[in-house]
């Protein structure tokens, strides 16, 4: 069995710990913040095991061929790949098929997944998958492994239509007569009608849409507990991995409290309090508490954060004047100055921040504001800073975003990974094929190597942690403008807004940036639209001569998710219009586009209801 369940994640670990002996090991990782925490683990895992492995960053489909063809195919000795949060959607066994002692190990929180890859007879892929899901995922399969077989039984019976009617003139003859039966026992109709069924069955999952199962950066602590091997450093790792899932709106509320029960033994079991009560804090140690609905707010003024906030932004609409009356009347009401909230959260009134808890239970509701805290931890750096995994979350989504040249425009210094020559990389076209461009091949593995040296690092978090507050600004600066304009429109089934120019349009040239503007607008036309609309936001890239395309799909109510049917729909519509379009990234609601074929393709975009 090839769908490797939480059950058999050691004895799949002692599989490759075991090939290593032989052979070498490459580990790719996407680039996001779950998988970054996910492979920051096992990485742990194989150096306490002794076992050599080479980390290889990929950004899209074009890396992984890349990476086939000057990595794999030319190792004969190569054992194990293991894939942290991509190749879940493809045909593992036919892109390495040329490598008969290799095992690839699928560890991705993507889905629907490629049920060929999960086939028992392809025993080289070994695909991760959530306990939970199994008496579903065996329906699948079997319907799968079903319809391949019909398909095999057409090809080589070939039956002819005379024949065909041939039966049935002589079943209408003799009515009595039995049916002839399979070796099975089932009649040709029923076997028609269980066919159909599992073709319904199969496009049902391949068709309703995108969504993700459980973090990856989980699985792999899971795996760290089965070996006995977790520890502090670990631990923080996965409340990250888990945390990026919740607040980019992946996973559910129910999906990530059944994570924060785990994490809270593990928490008061490393991280003991002493006898008389009080906090550790003269080292690393981690905290369960609440944490609230807006961002980063032990770093900047609590207005900012509030305002700079979705869930607030979207019940107050702070882009309103009266909304922002209303954001200074909350304030009134707790009792805290205008002055005093405008004021860096570490240097507001001692007594003031004592009370915010119990001031914020007690007001927020007043306005709306019904589920502004959910339970959280924070890990304390001696006497330094201190962060919750929130904030860790935000500033390394920030450091992969955001381009080295549009920090500096912000005036941020970030310390940019310097172990390679980047120079050779930036000269590079930023080719992602069909003749289409963008400005972000050129940076995003520095930006990988710096997120993931920043994780560990105190320093490397402050820089994130201040550049994402101003990347934050625009983010809201440019939402409020489309707001304010009314700039988006509704087409078909969706709402579509088109960025062509403006101050800010450099920094709208990732995915995790425009999936963040997507997901603001999402919060302010769930509180106040007559419709929750999916969203189809783009970008121009004014180098390349391209758009940035990204569709949200956003849920009824804070702390759901929906699944997102964009995939597919982009396919059909880029074969319908004939559009110039790469489909690089691992996420199938991201594409680049020609800036002359947007319209069209926009035209033919339809989803399902």
Known sequence: MVRITEADFEREYERIKHDSVEGNCIIFVSSNVDAICACKIFQSLLKSDLIQHKLVPVSGYRDLEKANEELVAADPDLRSIIMINCGAPMDIFDFYKNNDNLRIYVIDSHRPLNLHNCLPQNETVRVFDDEADTGRMNQYIEAYEASLMRNEEDDDENISEDETDEDEDLEDMRPRQRRRLNSEGHSRPERRRQWQRQQRLLADYYTSGVYYSNSVAGQMYSLATQLAKTNNDLLWLAIIGVTAQYVFERIDTNKYMNYVSVFNDDVARFNLIPEDGTARTGESSIQTEEEYRFMLFR????????????????????????????????????????????????????????????????????????????????????????????????????????????????????????DEDWDALENETGDHGDGLSSVRRKWWMRNFYTAYDAINNVEGLHHGVELCMKIQK???????????????????????????????????????????????LTDAYREHASKNMPFVISSFDEEHDSFLVVANTGAPSFGDVRKNPFGLAFQKAANKSRARISFDSFETSVLQIHKNDLDHFLENLFIGS
């Open 299 to 418: 770093h900047w003024s609590l207005y900012d954060s509030m305002y700079h906030s979705g869930y607030v932004a979207s019940k107050l609409s702070v882009w309103r004047d009266y909304g922002r009356r209303r954001l200074n009347n909350m304030f009134a009401k707790m009792g805290f100055s205008l002055q005093q909230c405008q004021q860096v959260y570490t240097h507001m009134d001692m007594q003031l921040k004592d009370m915010l808890k119990n001031k914020i239970e007690t007001v927020a509701p007043l306005y709306g504001l019904t589920d502004i805290c959910f339970p959280s931890f924070a890990r304390t750096y001696g006497y330094k800073l201190r962060f919750s995994a929130s904030d860790a979350v935000y500033a390394l989504a920030t450091l992969l975003e955001t381009s080295p040249v549009s920090a500096t425009r912000l005036g941020e210094n970030v310390n940019w990974n310097q």
């Open 474 to 520: 625009a983010v809201v600066r440019q939402g409020t403008a489309i707001l304010d304009k009314k700039a988006s429109k509704i087409v078909k089934n969706f709402r579509v807004v088109i960025m062509r120019d403006g101050p800010d349009l450099p920094l709208f040239q990732h995915p995790l940036t425009l999936s963040k503007l997507a997901l603001f």
